[in-house]
Structure formats: C-alpha cells, structure tokens
C-alpha cells in the first residue's frame, strides 16, 4: 500500500515538477525502501526511528534523490554521469534526478517532492548558498539524511557530510601562480577582468574572493568583474563587452569556469585579440575539464586549476557509513590539480601553507585524465 501510495505521489510530483521547469527522472524502477539504521546529524526525527520498511528485508533498492544545479557546463555533465553511474540499479539503487537548470525556486521545489516521496537519501548541489534552513528542515522532520555536493549550503548545518571543494582556495592558487608567471615573464603591472560564474553560488564565492585577495596583496588592478553564469555563451557575451569597454587596456583575464573561457576566447578572437602563451592576454580557467586542458596543452589558456567533479564515489561511502549506523564525516574535500601552459613559473604554488605542485599538461597527462 505504502509503495502504491509512493509510486501515484512520485506521478503527481513528475507532473507538477515539468510544470515548474525542472526536470525529474528515475534512472531506475525499484521501490522505495526507508533506512532504518540512517543515524546521523541531520535524521534525527521520529520518521527515521521508525520501523524498517517492508522492502529492506528482501533486498530492494535505495532510493536517493539528487537535486542537480543544471547542465551549464562540462563540468556539470561529469558530475551528472558520476552519479548516474554510481546510483544505478546494479549497484542496488533508485536514482530520482532532478535538473533544476539553475532556478533555485525549483531546486527548493524539487527537494520538497522528494521528501514527499519519500526517498532514504536526499542530494543536494545548491544553487546558490543561502536560503536552505527552511527545507533542510523539512528534510530533518521527515527523517531523510541530507548530503551536500560541490558547492555549500552556507545558512544551514541541518545535513550529514558535505563533499566538494575548497573555491577560495581555487582563486588563491590562481592569484599565486599569476603572481609567480607575471615576475618570470617580467610584466609588472597587472590589469585584470574577471568573468564570475553564477551570481549567488559558493563556487563564484570563492573563487572570488580568493583571487581579489591575492590581487590586493599585489596591488593589482580589477578593472571589471561580471557574471557569465558558468555558461560558454554568457563567457562570450561578457567577453565581447568587455572588449568594447576596455580594448587595450587589460593583460589578464580569469574565467571563473572552462565553458566561460571557451567563450571568451571566441570573444577575443573576433575582437582581435591574442592570448595564452604567445598572445598579448593572459588566460586562465576553473574546472580543468579534459577539452579545456587540450587548449592548456596548446598553450591558448595560460593556466587551469582544477575543480573535481567525482563526488559521487564518496557520496555512496557516506550512505554506506549511514546505512551500518556509523556517523560520516561532515566534511570531505577532494582533491585537486593545477595545471599549466609553460614551466616557466616554478614547479609549486603555496596556498595557506600547503606546497602543491604546478602540472604541466602533455598528452600523456591529458590520456590519464577521467573526464
Ligand atoms: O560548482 C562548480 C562549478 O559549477 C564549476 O566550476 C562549473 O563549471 C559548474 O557549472
């Protein structure tokens, strides 16, 4: 009864779902079985006390709903296909995926159906970092373990374990290796425009603030800083004004992700202007997704530092941890790589007191490469 009662909800919840925009697939047909051993910080309620569910005993499925940003980007992509490949039937789960195509309203929306779904396990790569209590709270009351992604929930603590990676460190290793390539190149004076990534998310946050502050040790010059949200068209678009308003007057630009760099090389292009290892521009990038680190290899992007979008592996260790009743970490960064055009600027960057070494990018770096 349960399971009927699930499976006609989850068809009202497809429904109106469409109806707000996002998009909610099940990538696999089991039914729903509630974790009885979930104990963690975030499932604490009486639903998560409750008896084991009728499916449990026999073997049946883990549900897990994963409430996606969108598909902005490579990087979003490989993050999807983790999951998919990670949450699949054959390794005994139910996935309900959900593309919020960066709306937060339905990214809160989709969240919601999921707890009226009745899900184990829910999955969550916020749009933005605030506005999440509320929810986060439902989630708690109906006894579903919540588990971060990527990008924080920075207004809430009312989840398990958060998995992703550390943005303001990202934009401090970018700043240092400028830093380091502009004295080995002997430029002096540093004028630089920043493409922002979507406007609100940890990930622009970070990186952000990171960089800025690194351009502030130095005295370096932002002349610009906008948002071309993580997409290759809004890099172009951002591109081509600021080749309008400040034609001649920079020497750096940061795309703060590979699909926005892409489209500010197209910018430049038609505007004239040359970059990366032989050109007038110096370019980097976020992600390090493999058709971005082509063009590092290349030398048309200066620089990439590398955002891991492999998450879902350790996602499915801390539903492991949660389903023997053991409590997960509450916070798991992955690791990450710089890459770089030439080998001119030292082997290593330093950030808060941590020596990483600088990768240069050959083709057989970029065969070992997953995504
Ligand atoms: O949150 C991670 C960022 O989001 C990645 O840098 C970007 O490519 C994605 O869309």
């Known amino acids: 009864m349960k399971k009927l009662f699930s499976l006609l909800l989850a068809s009202a919840l497809a429904l109106s779902l469409g109806a707000c925009g996002g998009s909610t697939t099940s990538e696999s047909t089991g039914s729903a079985a509630t974790s009885e051993a979930a104990t963690s910080e975030a499932a604490t309620s009486e639903a998560a006390e409750s008896t084991p569910a009728e499916g ?46 960066n709306d937060s309203a339905a990214q809160l929306e989709a969240v919601r159906g999921f707890i009226q779904q009745g899900v184990d396990y829910i999955i969550i790569d ?21 588990i971060v992604i990527d990008r924080t929930i920075d207004d809430s603590d009312k989840y398990v374990s958060w998995v992703g990676s550390n943005f303001k ?20 004076e540093i004028n630089a ?31 610009d800083s906008q ?27 940061i795309c703060q992700n590979d699909n926005e760099a892409f489209g500010a090389m197209t910018a430049m292009d038609t505007a004239g202007v040359t970059y990366g290892v032989d050109g007038d521009v110096i370019i980097v990038s976020f992600d390090a997704n493999k058709p971005a680190l082509q063009e590092v290899m290349e030398g048309n992007l ?10 879902a592996p350790f996602v ?37 007191g ?14 070992a490469r997953p995504y």
């Not at 992955?334 to 890459?339: L, N, P, Q, T």
């Open 56 to 101: 449990e005993a026999s073997g049946d499925l883990i549900t897990v709903g994963f409430a996606q940003v969108g598909h902005e980007s490579d990087w979003r992509t490989a993050s999807t296909k983790s999951a998919q490949d990670i949450f699949s039937e054959a390794n005994g789960y139910n996935l309900l995926f959900n593309d919020a195509d």
């Open 316 to 352: 499915e260790e801390i539903i492991q941890q949660l389903e023997a009743g053991e409590t997960p970490e509450k916070e798991i960064y992955m690791e990450e790589s710089w890459f770089v055009a030439e080998d001119i600027a030292g082997e290593s960057i330093t950030v808060n």
């Open 302 to 311: 200066n620089a990439n530092f590398e955002c891991n979008p492999m998450a």
């Open 193 to 223: 425009l920043v493409i922002e990534g979507s406007t609100g998310a940890s990930a622009t946050i970070g990186r952000t603030e990171g960089f800025k502050e690194v351009a502030d040790k130095y005295g370096w010059n932002i002349l």
């Open 126 to 146: 916020p749009i933005v970092a605030t506005g999440w209590d509320t929810v986060l709270t439902e989630c708690e009351d109906a006894g579903i373990p919540v």
């Open 354 to 367: 941590v020596e990483q070494p600088l990768v240069v990018v050959t083709q057989e770096v970029l065969d």
């Open 169 to 188: 460190d990202e934009g401090l290793a970018c700043g240092e290796w400028l830093k380091a390539y502009a004295d080995a190149k002997g430029i002096t």
């Open 227 to 253: 948002s071309g949200d993580f997409t290759e068209a809004g890099g172009q678009e951002v591109m081509e004004s600021f080749c309008q308003s400040y034609a001649g007057q920079f020497n750096v630009v």
